[in-house]
Nanobody, 115 residues
Framework: VQLQASGGGLVQPGGSLRLSCTASRGIFSNNAMGWYRQAPGKPRELVAGFIRGGRTNYADSVKGRFTISRDAARNTVYLQMNSLKPEDTAVYYC??????????WGQGTLVTVSS
């Protein structure tokens, strides 16, 4: 398996979750990684990613609430999600930040924000 996301679940509005994604060494070491999500009936979108120089970028909808980080020794990228809202409900995936280098998406991890 090239990409394995985990950590999703059911959380109340205002709550927090931390997602993890382990990538194969070849993918992690050669690419900047990002977190994507796909809500029902909507296209997949990039919510957070590493860009050139190690900087990060975030979708406007998650700025100030989500934080992406990585552990190179573990080939793992994380997404800390705080102040969750019902509109954050989606299947979350990690992949390369560069669409031309996308690996197989895998199953992702479901995040449901509901009271």
């Amino acid at each position: 398996v090239q990409l394995q996301a985990s950590g999703g679940g059911l959380v109340q509005p205002g709550g927090s979750l931390r997602l993890s994604c382990t990538a194969s060494r070849g993918i992690f070491s050669n690419n900047a990684m990002g977190w994507y999500r796909q809500a029902p009936g909507k296209p997949r979108e990039l919510v957070a990613g590493f860009i050139r120089g190690g900087r990060t970028n975030y979708a406007d909808s998650v700025k100030g609430r989500f934080t992406i980080s990585r552990d190179a020794a573990r080939n793992t990228v994380y997404l800390q999600m705080n102040s969750l809202k019902p509109e954050d409900t989606a299947v979350y995936y990690c992949n390369t930040e560069d669409p031309t280098a996308w690996a197989d998406w895998g199953q992702g991890t479901l995040v449901t924000v509901s009271s």
